[in-house]
């Protein structure tokens, strides 16, 4: 199918986008119970996904400069935001076109699936389990599973490909750009259809795109079983710690 590669980016991102928050909730209601301060638990929490946190910046940061985009203060302090979110950092861009702001809110889904393939792929080769997995070999995967954590310098770069891709989605403000971009997109499009170019965009470029997003899910997927394989002990870290401390948190 021409649009296999598309369907299966949405069909991992969005799981990916609800284990993320699920996982990020898991783990400050927990730090959150040992440290019973809201600061303190933030300030854990930040450091867990430092190395995330530090690509996401300074993907904006340089592709900012690329683009000969101004840029103001870098941090990585974390910082509470209402409805309990929390802002992990921030790097201040001047204002430009929808077409470089949209790069450089897109910047860090560049670095971190250049970094997960790298850590999941290159290094620890879940790419190989995922497709056990997805053949049926269940047989194999598991051996595979079970053996995984013989690969050298498996817990850092396990811990790497986590804290990178659970920082690589842009956030909100990252994607303020993103729509009317993809409107004006659309709209080129449509001019092109109505041109009589759909043809061609179908034979030349659909496949690119199709390739493209395929590349994309596998990394999605990747990030999806390392979230996966995190939640469900940060989900009986929490359990434990609030029935040890007759302490909770909604």
Partial sequence: MLFTGFLWFILTLLPLVL???????????FFLILTRSPKAAIA?????????VFLHELSHFLMA???????????LLPKPLPKGMVQMGFVEIGRTDIVRDSLIGAAPLFTGS??????GIDRLRLDVLLNLFAAGQFGLFWRGLVLLPQTENFLLWFYLAFAVSSAMLPSEPDRHSWLPLGLWAAVLLA???????????LENIAPVL????????????LSV????????????????????TGIDVR
């Fill in 65 to 75: 400069k690329f683009l000969r985009v101004p840029t103001g203060r870098f941090s």
């Fill in 114 to 119: 250049l970094f997960l393939y790298i850590a």
């Fill in 19 to 29: 284990l993320q928050r699920l996982l990020h909730r898991e783990i400050l209601a």
């Fill in 191 to 201: 001019l092109a259809i109505f041109g009589g170019a759909g043809g061609w965009l």
């Fill in 210 to 221: 199709n390739v493209l997003f395929g590349s994309m899910a596998l990394l999605f997927g």
């Fill in 225 to 244: 079983a390392l979230h996966v394989a995190l939640l469900l002990p940060f989900l009986l870290f929490h359990r434990l710690a609030a029935k040890i």
């Fill in 44 to 52: 854990l929490f930040s450091l867990m996904l430092l190395p995330g």
